[in-house]
């Protein structure tokens, strides 16, 4: 399983868009790219997926360069209520694949 | 979007009892389900890989005596706790993987609150 490396945490304004990037430098051909949302004391909130190039959906997108060994989860327009922690996953997609956490990156939204 | 749910939300209990929590996938099947737990201000931590019909996997440093899985449908993975002690109060929290080729995020429960006295 491919490690990710992220920023431990992170200040906004409301209104600011907001770009987590996570490297993954030993990413392998099979590996998708995941982001999850976690509040206080909630199971974690799938965001978004992607392999390469970008993706957008209702809430964020993300962006993957060509070499794929970081990306960039982009919120934009955040609100207090994006305050949270941001897990970047990386993973083979069969039927159910293995997920490691890493220490994910606290997101802290300010009025 | 899939819903996973988890009973009970929150449980508190005396040193030396055992405590279930169940994992159920409403409105899909889940051939893999995994539990994981999480200590304050910390990140998950996977516990186990739970397949339908076979034993559950384990990592390493969790004891599987202690921490007892069965998942016997596609909807339903039990977590039991087994002679819990204070440390083991925490935070666990199920998933399920559609098991989708493409897509294959995982849904995640919403965690049960585990405190042992």
């Known amino acids: 399983l491919a490690k990710t490396t992220q920023p431990i945490s992170m200040d906004s304004y409301e209104g600011q868009e907001v770009n987590i990037t996570c490297s993954h430098n030993?990413?392998?051909?099979?590996?998708?790219i995941t982001w999850y949302q976690q509040f206080p004391s909630q199971g974690p909130r799938f965001i978004i997926q992607g392999y390469k190039t970008k993706v957008t959906n209702e809430v964020a997108s993300l962006f993957i360069p060509a070499d794929r060994k970081s990306s960039t989860l982009s919120l934009p327009r955040v609100s207090l209520s994006d305050t949270a922690v941001y897990y970047c996953l990386v993973g083979e997609l069969t039927g159910g694949f293995k997920t490691i956490f890493g220490a994910g990156t606290r997101l802290f939204v300010k009025a | 979007g899939a819903v996973v749910s988890q009973h009970p939300s929150w449980v508190i209990c005396k040193s030396g009892t055992s405590v279930k929590i169940e994992c159920r996938s409403l409105?899909?099947?889940?051939?893999?389900m995994f539990w994981y737990r999480q200590f304050p201000k910390q990140s998950l931590m996977l516990m186990a890989t739970?397949?339908?019909?076979?034993?559950?996997?384990?990592e390493q440093g969790v004891e599987k005596d202690k921490f007892l899985i069965n998942h016997a449908s596609l909807t339903l993975s039990t977590l039991t706790v087994t002679s819990a002690h204070p440390e083991d109060s925490s935070f666990y929290i199920c998933?399920?993987?559609?098991?989708?080729?493409?897509?294959?995020?995982?849904?995640f429960g919403p965690g049960t609150r585990l405190t042992v006295l």
């Open positions: 998933s399920a993987g559609t098991g989708r080729r493409v897509g294959n995020e995982q849904f």
């Open positions: 409105d899909f099947q889940a051939t893999t």
């Open positions: 030993n990413i392998a051909t099979n590996d998708y």
């Open positions: 739970s397949n339908e019909g076979s034993k559950a996997t384990y």
